[in-house]
């Protein structure tokens, strides 16, 4: 049974760091296979892709919004990806997912919500 498992997220005052993480479990094929990637849905918004890195981790991509101030790592030996974020805004708050594509294959986790409020 594939799993994607969100964790981190929580309320965090403007310009504090938040890191979330995601645990997976039950690919059909290896983990270091997948792209991974964060997309966050805030309140009423479609959902947007906030960042991805590639297979090998290689090479990483990010929305402009957070270029700068947010940081996405995987770890092929734990199976995990994590997406590090500094100088949060309001405008971050929503939920976060992690996703997992490699060719028809795409999954999804349940989100980790973030809320950046004072």
């Known amino acids: 049974q594939v799993q994607l498992v969100e964790s981190g997220g929580g309320l965090v005052q403007p310009g504090g760091s938040l890191r979330l993480s995601c645990a997976t479990s039950g690919f059909p094929y290896p983990f270091n296979l997948y792209i991974m990637m964060w997309y966050r849905q805030a309140p009423g918004e479609a959902r947007e892709l906030v960042a991805y890195?590639?297979?090998?981790?290689?090479?990483?991509s990010y929305t402009d919004s957070v270029k700068g101030r947010f940081t996405i790592v995987r770890d092929n030996a734990k199976n995990t990806t994590s997406l590090e974020m500094n100088n949060l805004r309001p405008e971050d708050t929503g939920v976060y997912y992690c996703h997992a594509l490699r060719g028809f294959d795409a999954f999804w986790g349940k989100g980790t919500l973030v809320t950046v409020s004072s």
């Open positions: 890195i590639t297979s090998t981790g290689e090479t990483t």
